[in-house]
């Protein structure tokens, strides 16, 4: 299954500017670390913000997580990045109950399993 709604999907720039992109942020600088290590920069913001809508649309739903509050969808694949390289990550969106606009909540690289 695809993101609900995912053409009304919403990306804050403060969530990109404040947290993900901020190599200051408490939470995330590492996945600061991780974004810009592909070339994604604070000052060219609207380039994740187009990668995520992108990743939205083309991959499928891993996980559906429905609670009082809404529905939690979880979705992993290849991100376009600015280097070209294509590393695998997982989206995080959230529908509000009585919603239907999926609200970006955070992105974090998926961990290859060791065999």
Request: no cysteine; aromatic share 10%.
């Amino acid at each position: 299954m695809k993101l609900p709604s995912v053409p009304e999907a919403r990306v804050e720039v403060r969530k990109l500017t404040g947290y993900l992109l901020d190599p200051a942020h408490p939470s995330g600088r590492h996945k600061a670390a991780w974004l810009s290590a592909f070339g994604f920069t604070r000052t060219r913001w609207e380039d994740l913000r187009a990668a995520l809508l992108v990743h939205a649309k083309e991959h499928e739903v891993a996980t559906v997580e429905p609670s009082p509050f809404g529905t939690r969808y979880v979705v992993e694949g290849p991100l376009e990045t600015p280097d070209g390289r294509k590393p695998i990550a997982r989206t995080i969106w959230f529908v509000e109950a009585g919603d239907e606009t999926p609200r970006f909540v955070t992105a974090y690289p998926v961990r290859r399993r060791s065999r």
